[in-house]
């Protein structure tokens, strides 16, 4: 039975005798890989072309000219759109043009079939001419590290790739002609749009081929233009409070560690069009455009050139509740950016020295971490061109890479200036300050000093502090643009570039920035340097809240956390946890909060362990990490978030492995805490007995309830921790 007619007979009151196949039907699409496949379908008899993979449908008329009519998730039935529009805008030397787009529909609150054949092509429009179909293809190159990953899904994802090609308008003077004549000054566009197997989820983007003899400057673009149904209504003030089922986001991202911030061009606005609205001022926010923010691309295409905008993902959400709702964001990035789902063991080294990085290189050899970071004020410096420098960095990594361990460094960009300061940014206001021009010759000069050492050295990680924020340049004099307009479009293109490089190298990206979909591993979890000035007993706490927040739109391995295990911003002695052997209950607490929660932290100091005791503590956790690692590394459900007045925890959850699930709980508190927890089974895959391990103990058998819950005894120690494993 598929997933709808299980909902349908839910509805129809089925819900007992339907709950376990709806539960596994559900847990299928969500965390499974792909059941539900890809697929195109073109009616001849309609000219509707459709593509769909049995959760999301898009539905293309294309004739008189192509439009999308129906945005539908099918594992709801709900229709996302009311009205259609062109499917995109493309503004090419100071002239908007429409794409597509089917215009006279008589009222915009919903689209009726049998208007559809009455609908007519806007003769300014860019009409439709063809289209075919295919297999994705990568949008870039990863070399995997199968030892970092607990698993991760096929690259390129699986599904399938439709393109279809628009002309341009017809000349003034041919356009009412039988066969009318396009006019030959401007170029050819593409719009390509990708639907994937196992996951409601479309991706859209645009290409302008220049097939004039002149260039072409493509000052603007919409790239996806969504009419959606209002989620609620307010006859007076503009509503605010409601959002579609419906997630949108683009790989033009930056500035922030949040998906929500980091999304700029991604704008919901009011629709001018749309009268009939509850709205008396017309102000609800109804229409949304992707598009860069305020100015750009300003690009120019020569001849036979080509112009490709970012991409953007659409994913259909089936449920308002805030776990269900962001399972399906986490999925999604583990489908476009597996290589988030590596998460190797950081050591983040304050030194930089040849025999200190060789004793970092052997401590972390002998307790399992595979990565080292040679952090912020260590004294690296990558920007040197002296070739006994780099050659010194080359040996270490070789002999760092002999022991199974990546070694590399961290560079700061953004909040610094270039060695000019003609080549920072002009006339804006940079995000943090100052920051220099990627395409200045300073900015092209930085990225590929990083690429040569990088690349010669060897490094397998580059930590990339303040990335490109987003900041804008108005210098008509840099090499890399030609003034404001086109500042922006430019310099995300570069810092793109790099890191699609970096990407197809195997360097792992440690950036406090959401550049996840342009090759980004990990990016700040929750991060607040005056949290790791606080007395060691209130970082505990802190640690675990910030994961519990930063862990519904990553996941786990997405964020990265800081432990100073000597002073970081402040708080002297009582915030740090040198010397280590002097502090082991905390340095336990620390390793229990982020191993435990399948989040790696910069371990920020000059060394890992200093006595056989500490040595056997960390050994101890890297060694629980890497045998629960699969299930860790898997989805976190949020069950309580810590306050300091009872326990708090999570449940990790993997429905594919052999460990269906792993609970952590913690006890801020300074006696034992003993109660019987209700455990949420569901997303575990699980569905009428669970076999449960306390630690390494003997497994005792529980039944589900009808809501896939058990009733679990815990005991947590005092200012401890326990954990259950679920098979």
Known sequence: MDLKKLLQAVLCGGLVAQAAAIHAAVTDWLLNPAPFKARV?????????????????????????????????????????????????????????????????????????????????????????????????ARLAWLRHPEWLSSALPWPPPGRHVLLRFVPPAAADSATAASPAFRADLPEIEIHYEIYDGLPLLSKWLVVRNTTAKTVRVNRFVAEELHFAEPESSSDGPPTHEYPNLWVETDYAFGNMSAYYANPAVEVSTDPDYPTQVNSSDRTPCLLRCEPPQMGPDADVAPEGTFESFRVFDLLLDSTERERRTLAQRRMYRTLAPWTAENPLMFHKVSSDAASIRDAIEQAHQVGFEMIIISFWSGLNMESTDPKYLDTYKELADEARAKGIALGGYSLLASRGAADPKDNTQGSPALYGVMPCLGSKWGEWYLGQLRHFLGDAGFGVLEHDGSYPGDRCAATNHPGHHGLADSQWVQWRAITGFYRWCRSRGIFLNIPDWYFLSGGNKCGMGYRESDWSQPRAEQELIERQNIFDGTWNKTASMGWMMVPLTEYGGGGAAATIEPLKDHLPHYEQRLANLLGAGVQACWRGPRLYDSEATKALVKKWVTFYKVHRQVLNGDIIHLRRANGLDWDGWLHVNPQGKEKGLLMVYNPLDTDISQTLSIPLYYTGLTDTAKVRQRDGKAISYKLRRDFHIDLPVTIPARGFNWFVFE
């Open 41 to 137: 379908v073109f009616n001849d008899a309609t000219g509707d072309l459709t593509l769909e993979n049995g959760l999301a449908r898009r539905v293309f008329r294309l004739k008189p000219n192509a439009a999308t009519i129906d945005l539908e998730n099918l594992t709801t039935g709900e229709h996302l759109l009311r009205a259609i529009g062109p499917e995109a805008w493309v503004t090419m030397d100071g002239v908007k043009y429409p794409v597509g787009g089917l215009d006279g529909q008589p009222v915009k609150n919903y689209i009726k079939e049998a208007w559809l054949a009455d609908l007519r092509a806007n003769p300014k429009a860019y009409r439709f001419a063809g289209w075919k179909e295919g297999p994705i293809e």
